[in-house]
């Protein structure tokens, strides 16, 4: 079974552009999260979601940042207008839900951005 | 808040040799699970081994496993018989299981080399 894809897996962008990163959950996971990784921040929970609904968003560094899940298959975190202060390795992980299997959550390989 | 601390940023152990990498976390919760997470140089996280609170005993995955404390708030992951392959950052995480708050807490990492 395929695990958690995410795409681009690197983006180089100037500042003041639109970036969107793109994440495919493990299918039949209902539970999906954004985390961004930075040296000085280390790993932080930007968003999740439960069944396509977002139910935490306070990780979110500003308006700049959005996400959303149309489907149960995928979801896209997009940030507009970049910063070089968005340069990071931001990942997706996907769950089962509570009362399922353990709640364990599987990473995506992550999207390293580059905000020149 | 829940908090983790991992206060070992480097551990180096000799290859066939064992080596503990230690964690703290903060949590006022009696039911949630526990996680370390290995991250190699290619970025991906991945799972190692996971523990549910409520069990008593430690869980183990063939060279791995962990001491869990839980009156003490400690879970340390022991590494038997050392290979180069599980030279990585490990990162030690905690979720709890009530509400809405199921996001990932880790801590800062620690840094294992192993040196043939």
């Known amino acids: 079974d395929a695990g958690v894809i995410q795409s681009p897996r690197h983006e180089v962008t100037e500042m003041g552009q639109e970036v969107t990163l793109r994440c495919k959950p493990i299918?039949?996971?209902?539970?999906l999260f954004w985390y961004r990784q930075t040296m000085m921040r280390g790993l932080e929970l930007l968003i999740y979601?439960?069944?396509?609904?977002?139910?935490?968003d306070s990780g979110m560094p500003e308006d700049r940042f959005s996400a959303k899940m149309p489907n149960a298959s995928f979801s896209t975190l997009k940030i507009q207008p970049s910063e070089p202060r968005d340069s990071a390795v931001y990942f997706c992980?996907?769950?089962?839900?509570?009362?399922?299997?353990?709640?364990?959550?599987?990473f995506g390989p992550g999207t390293r951005l580059t905000v020149l | 808040a829940q908090t983790v601390t991992q206060s070992q940023p480097e551990m180096s152990v000799q290859e066939a040799e064992t080596v503990t990498l230690s964690c703290t976390y903060d949590?006022?919760?009696?039911?949630?699970?526990l996680f370390w997470y290995k991250q190699p140089p290619s970025r991906q996280m991945i799972l190692v081994i996971r523990?549910?609170?409520?069990?008593?005993q430690n869980a183990t995955e063939n060279r791995f496993s962990v001491n869990f404390q839980k009156a003490a708030k400690s879970f340390s992951l022991k590494i038997s018989d050392s290979q180069l392959g599980d030279a990585a950052m490990y990162f030690c995480?905690?979720?709890?299981?009530?509400?809405?708050?199921?996001?990932?807490?880790f801590g800062s990492g620690t840094q294992l080399t192993v040196l043939p």
């Open positions: 523990q549910e609170a409520y069990k008593q």
């Open positions: 949590t006022s919760e009696s039911d949630y699970y």
């Open positions: 299918s039949g996971h209902n539970s």
């Open positions: 995480a905690y979720t709890t299981l009530g509400g809405s708050a199921r996001q990932l807490t």
């Open positions: 992980a996907s769950s089962t839900p509570l009362g399922g299997s353990t709640d364990t959550q599987y």
């Open positions: 979601f439960n069944n396509n609904v977002p139910i935490d």
